[in-house]
């Protein structure tokens, strides 16, 4: 049984019903994330998210903890840059203590001053960390440079100064803004009756609301054109991350996007490993994938490279990409990015946790219910015209952005993308 149900004051509730598993995964979305922040409150989603697991009203950060561990339930949570997900997984039995919870982290944390200090060293470690990771950096700068139009540029973590400058007063803001009825979706997956699911989440999150409606923020289509930015760090491998346009999500041809990915950069047999890495050896780690937000999306080429063969490297890579819009995929090719595909797809639901999180994000950007059998028809019901049209949807040289972190360099690697007679 699959049921999505709105309650008066916008909540949505989505459930399913595995009757073969003793699980129970529950997930609270709220549609919020770096971006809908604004330049002076960048990295409040993320600080927010970390906050919730630091005390309540009645629990302390580490009791908060130990009443998961005592049942040995899991307990996590994430920031994205359009949501903001906390969830648990645990045995059946344990699942109203876990919905309990989770309503006492959303609805009564108290954002203690000594929290928030000690708690803003531990994300500006987070900052750190990632910094230490050229290829996060190299994600981060295209990204700022895509977005840049729009506020899908803005980091999830923030930046530093702003993450020492956020108040409780800005975070109880933030909160009344976004973190409302209608902008919040629970997701339940697991071996639970409807009833059950429907009393339990009423009494521990709907019935709760004081604020229903959500502040509005749009997001604008972004703009650009052919673009290079670069942050020179001490590291032995050259980064470097080609950025085309996307599908947004939800897009009809989302599926066949998926499918050329597969193909062209997302297996160990995909064209970009077999070319750039295992024939030409001019990188260790090359793949591709997809990014997509509910207003627009990019499609991204990752290149792990020694510094003296970046422009080889680039060079390898578009002459792959011509080779796609002239020639397209081959049948074998077809065939097996959707058998890929279907058992990915397949492998996920037999999850609690996998399809908690799929329900819960398509009911929050959809206000539908995710119909598997309607996506594997979605799969079997893609041709090769529908990859070949995505391959001229995405590979757009009007509109390219190249980051690259790594030694210094003076390689122009935007010549790779200028217009060809």
């Not at 019903?17 to 997930?27: M, T």
């Not at 609270?28 to 604004?38: I, L, P, R």
């Not at 295209?142 to 973590?157: Q, V």
């Not at 001019?282 to 080429?301: I, K, N, Q, W």
Request: with cysteine; proline share 2%.
């Amino acid at each position: 049984m699959k049921k999505l149900y709105k309650f008066k004051n916008g909540l949505k509730l989505v459930y399913e019903r595995l009757p073969y598993v003793r699980s129970v995964a529950v997930g609270v979305f709220v549609n919020t994330g770096s971006g809908n922040e604004t330049a002076e409150n960048n990295g409040i989603s993320h600080f927010i998210e970390h906050m919730l697991f630091k005390g309540t009203a009645t629990k302390s950060a580490f009791e908060i903890a130990e009443s998961m561990e005592k049942i040995g339930a899991d307990i996590n949570a994430y920031t994205s840059k359009t949501n903001t997900c906390f969830y648990t997984v645990s045995i059946d039995e344990d699942f109203e203590k876990c919905a309990e919870l989770l309503s006492d982290m959303y609805f009564n944390s108290v954002f203690s001053e000594e929290e928030m200090a000690r708690e803003k060293g531990v994300v500006l470690e987070e900052i750190d960390m990632n910094e230490d990771d050229p290829s996060d950096v190299a994600a981060e700068i295209a990204a700022a440079k895509w977005f840049e139009t729009n506020s899908l540029s803005r980091p999830i973590l923030g930046g530093k100064n702003n993450v020492k400058s956020i108040s409780r007063e800005q975070i109880f803001e933030y909160m009344n803004d976004f973190y409302t009825a209608d902008n919040t979706t629970v997701s339940v997956c697991g071996n639970l009756p409807w009833k059950a699911v429907y009393d339990t989440i009423k009494k521990d999150f709907s019935d709760k609301f004081s604020k229903k409606t959500k502040k509005i923020v749009k997001i604008e289509q972004s703009v650009g054109t052919v673009a290079q930015v670069t942050k020179f760090k001490k590291t032995e491998q050259g980064n470097v991350l080609i950025v085309f346009k996307g599908l947004k999500e939800y897009d009809p041809d989302t599926v066949a996007l998926q499918i050329l990915s597969s193909v062209f950069g997302g297996t160990m047999s995909g064209r970009l490993f077999q070319e750039v890495r295992e024939k030409l050896g001019l990188a260790y780690s090359v793949y591709s994938y997809p990014s997509a937000y509910t207003e627009e999306g990019c499609y991204s080429v990752y290149i792990g490279t020694n510094s003296d063969n970046l422009d080889k490297a680039v060079g390898a890579v578009r002459r792959e990409i011509d080779k796609l819009k002239a020639e397209g995929i081959t049948e074998a090719e077809f065939l097996k990015g959707k058998a890929q595909l279907k058992s990915a797809f397949v492998f996920g639901q037999e999850s609690s946790s996998t399809l908690m999180r799929l329900n819960g994000r398509y009911a929050m950007g959809t206000g539908t219910l995710f119909d598997a059998e309607k996506r594997m028809n979605e799969i079997d019901a893609v041709t090769l015209d529908d990859v070949k049209r995505v391959i001229e949807r995405v590979f757009d040289f009007s509109r390219v952005v190249i980051s690259y972190v790594g030694p210094k360099t003076e390689v122009d690697l935007t010549k790779h993308f200028a217009p060809r007679d």
